[in-house]
């Protein structure tokens, strides 16, 4: 696995985020993944952590195997999230997302899926990403953190 760059900004990566999760992602070419443990201050209700920041989780691992993948950055067009059990603060979660289909570059399809770390499925997604133009690339680039070829290998 390698250690794929990540923003200044971002809220799941972003290293100058101060209420982000601040995560990184490293990838195998193929799935794009990330170890983490959200904290008590994510929860939504009776410790259990908010399915909005779940969602988000899984969001983010996808959109990157869209950009390992595909050599593109992309933004989510539609995300459908399945809960299958609590997701809790203080747990060593693992998110894997990977890019299932590419439709002509004009549409990616992916899947996501979030692990205890007994492996035990927390939450699954599947998501539509729709690639940006070379121009709004260009300018998300100048925010990253390392070196944006390690991705694209261009």
Request: neutral net charge.
């Amino acid at each position: 696995m390698r250690t794929l760059p990540h923003s200044r900004s971002c809220f799941v990566c972003g290293e100058s985020n101060p209420i982000g999760f601040q995560l990184r992602l490293e990838t195998d070419d193929r799935t794009v993944q990330t170890h983490f443990v959200l904290r008590p201050e994510h929860v939504g209700f009776k410790q259990i952590v908010h399915g909005g920041l779940v969602s988000t989780l899984l969001d983010e691992v996808m959109a990157w195997a869209c950009a390992v993948q595909a050599k593109r950055f992309a933004f989510c067009a539609e995300l459908t999230v399945r809960f299958l059990r609590p997701v809790r603060p203080n747990e060593q979660l693992l998110a894997i997302g990977e890019l299932i289909v590419n439709r002509r570059d004009k549409i990616f399809e992916t899947k996501a899926k979030l692990l205890n770390a007994e492996g035990t499925l927390l939450a699954s997604a599947t998501g539509k990403y729709l690639p940006i133009t070379q121009a709004d690339a260009l300018e998300m680039a100048d925010d990253l953190v390392g070196d944006p070829q390690r991705v694209f290998g261009a």
